[in-house]
């Protein structure tokens, strides 16, 4: 959230250095058991984290860069690991047991690596028997004529097998991509024809016009359309819906404070109860799905939208109690007719019909991401969508969210994430205990970081505590997962937490510490509510 | 409130009304500089020290008699040059004939036409709405703006524009 005019602030000066120096430092430190890829991995990681941080480049632009790194740098067709292989031989056979090897395989602890399969060697502890030059007699039992030696330990394909560059390109076709791609195109159609402005209208219109069941209905209506739409344009739509009833008020009346801050609160939680609802959600599931965990657009909502309602109403009840209602009743008037060209009726049957397959998954099993290409392609052929609107879409996210996807395949894949887990006894902590640190410091992150981010730099760790399996039975990756999704979405104690929170700062209506007041006390109620689904209801409703 | 490098640009003879002119829109100073010239001659070169400085012209605000030269003859210059092209135009007038008003409607695309005497109202809402099109139209990050603009449409050219994006 910056402006592009100008030079860099200190700051993102600071953060530019930062960052480069963190893509060497991993290979000036001793990182102990870390491979090579690791320590590229490591790098790549902590620039990202700077500059994600620092934004001397947009966010966007970082993930872009950690996708090019990571198929110059890990990938199997970069310079890195093209046309090498592991080098290996065979031990010669002396005597039983006895082998002669060459004396480079031989590391400082008596141990040999022998490739098991590609990416993968183990530790043979031997008997030094002779040195002898270029070769080494050792004996073992453990060893057999067809072993394949490492004959250099310290070689960058020992513990890594490198992925195919298309890996990493591939994930801005990931299908949790596509289902995004579905949801941005028919939000850009909705806005287009109106749409996202009539069903407000419609769907506010039984909350009457006392002001305290206006802002019930107010936080419903923009929490139902950023469960679809983005949680910006959904936000941007209902300031255009506040201000007119805002201009109503007494200057100094202060329920205008409680009006202008229920529209980013409903926008951010609102974002949760769908997968499609905000970029977060995505980097989740994709993580989720790729260790076997997937979730159908049916049991997230299941999962999600009794914590979205509970949330919501209770940043209702805090609304009204920090800033009461003043007068009787409200004039809500918002000016627009319901578009019936052909073009918006198809639209409107495309957006029921998307919507209506989305969430009954779970009864016919196409996935999401397959109904998602029912808008996609029915849109353009309807010339509902023109090229025009086509380049409008948000590719800045979609690209945000893959290089999201991409950084966490890439921490797992070398091993970075699990020696980032190692070293700290995790299964002391106990699974309870786990859940709450996961949801204070995604929260906490969360308010000052993108929620995406957020979100990017927790889940490699989530799903190396399920790999390595330190945190024993009672750990549970999909309930984990969801609470780093939810609580990426519950951090909204500052202007720049979320990109609804400073639609709303901009406006001049509300101050600081307002936002601050109410997003502190969302964000703790929000953690205790995370940890009371994940122990007693969520539990229920995943296997 | 930061400011920014748009300017406003205020071009009167008349000292006093030039004064009145400025006082009117003070709110708006705090983000957008307000520069003053009183002739043409002047005002072409506190665009040139603007420009030079990669600073933007958002509004202008010119009177109709100018020493010398006639106000509408300015605007037209400006409307044709590519760096006060975007800026927004208003006349500030006292008795502008039907021709120069045509001539400014027609060759100087005049945003604005204000008959003098005007009230502070006026002339502030007129501005406003002027900044607001000139920052929809030129600005990228428009979420700045909204606090001093016409907030409104600015969250609505957000919603259809989607300038502002999730992360």
């Given at each position: 959230?910056?402006?592009?005019?100008?030079?860099?602030?200190?700051?993102?000066?600071?953060?530019?250095?930062?960052?480069?120096?963190?893509?060497?430092?991993?290979f000036?430190?001793?990182?102990?058991?870390?491979?090579?890829?690791?320590?590229?991995?490591?790098?790549?990681?902590?620039?990202?984290?700077?500059?994600?941080?620092?934004?001397?480049?947009?966010?966007?632009?970082?993930?872009?860069?950690?996708?090019?790194?990571q198929?110059?740098?890990?990938?199997?067709?970069?310079?890195?690991y093209?046309?090498?292989?592991?080098?290996?031989?065979?031990?010669?056979?002396?005597?039983?047991?006895?082998?002669?090897?060459?004396?480079?395989?031989?590391?400082?602890?008596?141990?040999?690596?022998?490739?098991?399969?590609?990416?993968?060697?183990?530790?043979?502890?031997?008997?030094?028997?002779?040195?002898?030059?270029?070769?080494?007699?050792?004996?073992?039992?453990?060893?057999?004529?067809?072993?394949?030696?490492?004959?250099?330990?310290?070689?960058?394909?020992?513990?890594?097998?490198?992925?195919?560059?298309?890996?990493?390109?591939?994930?801005?076709?990931?299908?949790?991509?596509?289902?995004?791609?579905?949801?941005?195109?028919?939000?850009?159609?909705?806005?287009?024809?109106n749409?996202?402005?009539n069903?407000t209208?419609?769907l506010?219109?039984?909350?009457?016009?006392?002001?305290?069941?206006?802002?019930?209905?107010?936080?419903?209506?923009?929490?139902?359309?950023?469960?679809f739409?983005?949680?910006?344009a959904t936000?941007?739509?209902?300031?255009?819906?506040?201000?007119p009833?805002?201009?109503?008020?007494?200057?100094?009346?202060?329920?205008?404070?409680?009006?202008?801050?229920?529209?980013?609160?409903?926008?951010?939680?609102g974002?949760?109860?769908?997968?499609?609802?905000?970029?977060?959600?995505?980097?989740?599931?994709?993580?989720?799905?790729?260790?076997?965990?997937?979730?159908?657009?049916?049991?997230?909502?299941?999962?999600?939208?009794?914590?979205?309602?509970?949330?919501?109403?209770f940043?209702?009840?805090?609304?009204?109690?920090?800033?009461?209602?003043?007068?009787?009743?409200?004039?809500?008037?918002?000016?627009?007719?319901?578009?019936l060209?052909?073009?918006?009726?198809?639209?409107?049957?495309?957006?029921?019909?998307?919507?209506?397959?989305?969430?009954?998954?779970?009864?016919?099993?196409?996935?999401?991401?397959?109904?998602?290409?029912?808008?996609?392609?029915a849109?353009?052929?309807?010339?509902?969508?023109?090229?025009?609107?086509i380049?409008?879409?948000?590719?800045?996210?979609?690209?945000?969210?893959?290089?999201?996807?991409?950084?966490?395949?890439?921490m797992?894949?070398?091993?970075?994430?699990?020696?980032?887990i190692?070293?700290?006894?995790?299964?002391?902590?106990g699974?309870?205990?786990?859940i709450?640190?996961?949801?204070?410091?995604?929260?906490?992150?969360?308010?000052?970081?993108?929620?995406?981010v957020?979100?990017?730099?927790?889940?490699?760790?989530?799903?190396?505590?399920?790999?390595?399996?330190?945190?024993?039975?009672?750990f549970?990756?999909?309930?984990?997962?969801?609470?780093?999704?939810?609580?990426?979405?519950?951090?909204?104690?500052?202007?720049?937490?979320?990109?609804?929170?400073?639609i709303?700062?901009?406006?001049?209506?509300?101050?600081?510490?307002?936002?601050?007041?109410?997003?502190?006390?969302?964000?703790?109620?929000?953690?205790?509510?995370?940890?009371?689904?994940?122990?007693?209801?969520?539990?229920?409703?995943?296997? | 409130?930061?400011?920014?490098?748009?300017?406003?640009?205020?071009?009167?003879?008349?000292?006093?009304?030039?004064?009145?002119?400025?006082?009117?829109?003070?709110?708006?100073e705090?983000?957008?500089?307000?520069?003053?010239?009183?002739?043409?001659?002047?005002?072409?070169?506190v665009i040139?020290?603007?420009?030079?400085?990669?600073?933007?012209?958002?509004?202008?605000?010119c009177?109709?008699?100018?020493p010398?030269?006639?106000?509408?003859?300015?605007l037209?210059?400006?409307q044709?040059?590519?760096?006060?092209?975007?800026?927004?135009?208003?006349?500030?007038?006292?008795?502008?004939?039907?021709?120069?008003?045509?001539?400014?409607?027609?060759?100087?695309?005049?945003?604005?036409?204000?008959?003098?005497?005007?009230?502070?109202?006026?002339l502030?809402k007129?501005a406003?709405?002027?900044?607001?099109?000139?920052?929809?139209?030129?600005?990228?990050?428009?979420?700045?703006?909204?606090?001093?603009?016409?907030a409104?449409?600015?969250?609505?050219?957000?919603?259809?524009?989607?300038?502002?994006?999730?992360?």
């Amino acid at each position: 959230m910056k402006s592009g005019s100008g030079g860099m602030t200190p700051t993102q000066i600071t953060g530019l250095f930062l960052g480069i120096f963190g893509l060497v430092v991993p290979f000036l430190l001793p990182l102990g058991t870390l491979s090579f890829a690791g320590q590229i991995g490591l790098g790549i990681f902590i620039m990202a984290a700077i500059f994600w941080m620092f934004e001397p480049i947009p966010i966007y632009a970082t993930s872009m860069l950690v996708i090019f790194l990571q198929i110059l740098l890990l990938s199997a067709q970069g310079p890195m690991y093209m046309d090498t292989s592991l080098p290996v031989s065979e031990p010669v056979e002396l005597q039983e047991q006895t082998w002669q090897i060459p004396s480079s395989a031989l590391r400082d602890d008596n141990t040999l690596l022998v490739a098991v399969e590609e990416g993968e060697t183990e530790a043979i502890p031997v008997r030094v028997v002779e040195r002898n030059g270029q070769h080494v007699i050792v004996s073992s039992e453990e060893l057999s004529a067809d072993s394949a030696i490492v004959t250099d330990p310290g070689h960058r394909l020992v513990d890594y097998k490198p992925n195919s560059y298309t890996d990493y390109l591939g994930t801005l076709a990931n299908p949790i991509i596509i289902l995004f791609l579905g949801g941005f195109m028919l939000a850009e159609a909705s806005v287009k024809y109106n749409l996202d402005k009539n069903l407000t209208r419609y769907l506010l219109s039984p909350f009457g016009s006392k002001p305290r069941f206006i802002i019930l209905g107010l936080m419903l209506v923009t929490a139902v359309l950023s469960a679809f739409m983005s949680n910006t344009a959904t936000a941007a739509m209902m300031v255009t819906v506040i201000l007119p009833i805002i201009g109503q008020l007494e200057p100094g009346d202060r329920f205008k404070f409680g009006l202008a801050l229920s529209i980013p609160i409903a926008a951010n939680v609102g974002g949760i109860t769908t997968p499609i609802g905000t970029p977060p959600n995505a980097i989740v599931i994709a993580a989720l799905t790729e260790y076997g965990k997937s979730i159908s657009f049916t049991d997230w909502i299941i999962v999600a939208a009794p914590l979205v309602i509970v949330m919501l109403l209770f940043a209702w009840w805090l609304l009204l109690t920090f800033f009461p209602p003043s007068t009787e009743r409200f004039n809500l008037d918002i000016k627009g007719k319901l578009n019936l060209s052909p073009k918006a009726i198809g639209l409107y049957v495309i957006f029921g019909a998307t919507v209506l397959l989305w969430i009954t998954e779970n009864q016919h099993g196409i996935p999401s991401s397959m109904v998602a290409f029912l808008p996609v392609a029915a849109l353009v052929t309807g010339s509902i969508l023109s090229k025009s609107d086509i380049r409008n879409l948000p590719w800045d996210v979609l690209w945000l969210m893959a290089g999201g996807i991409s950084l966490g395949i890439g921490m797992e894949k070398t091993g970075l994430a699990v020696w980032m887990i190692s070293g700290f006894d995790w299964g002391a902590m106990g699974y309870v205990m786990l859940i709450l640190v996961f949801g204070l410091v995604a929260v906490a992150m969360s308010n000052f970081l993108s929620n995406t981010v957020t979100a990017t730099l927790l889940m490699p760790l989530v799903i190396s505590l399920h790999t390595s399996g330190v945190m024993g039975e009672s750990f549970n990756l999909l309930i984990t997962g969801i609470v780093i999704a939810v609580a990426c979405s519950l951090a909204m104690a500052l202007p720049i937490s979320t990109p609804p929170n400073a639609i709303a700062m901009s406006t001049g209506i509300i101050r600081t510490k307002d936002m601050a007041k109410v997003g502190v006390v969302i964000g703790i109620v929000g953690i205790m509510l995370i940890l009371a689904y994940s122990v007693f209801y969520w539990p229920l409703v995943t296997n | 409130m930061e400011r920014s490098d748009i300017y406003i640009l205020c071009i009167e003879d008349e000292q006093e009304v030039l004064d009145a002119v400025v006082r009117d829109i003070e709110k708006l100073e705090e983000q957008f500089p307000i520069e003053t010239a009183n002739s043409a001659e002047e005002a072409r070169e506190v665009i040139q020290k603007l420009l030079e400085d990669g600073k933007k012209i958002g509004l202008i605000l010119c009177d109709h008699i100018l020493p010398g030269e006639n106000g509408v003859e300015l605007l037209i210059e400006l409307q044709k040059s590519d760096d006060t092209y975007p800026a927004k135009k208003v006349l500030l007038t006292g008795q502008a004939g039907l021709d120069d008003t045509v001539k400014a409607l027609n060759e100087a695309r005049l945003h604005h036409y204000i008959p003098k005497p005007w009230t502070r109202e006026e002339l502030q809402k007129v501005a406003i709405d002027l900044l607001t099109d000139y920052v929809i139209e030129q600005e990228e990050n428009i979420l700045p703006y909204m606090g001093t603009l016409d907030a409104e449409k600015i969250s609505e050219s957000i919603r259809t524009r989607r300038s502002v994006s999730d992360e």
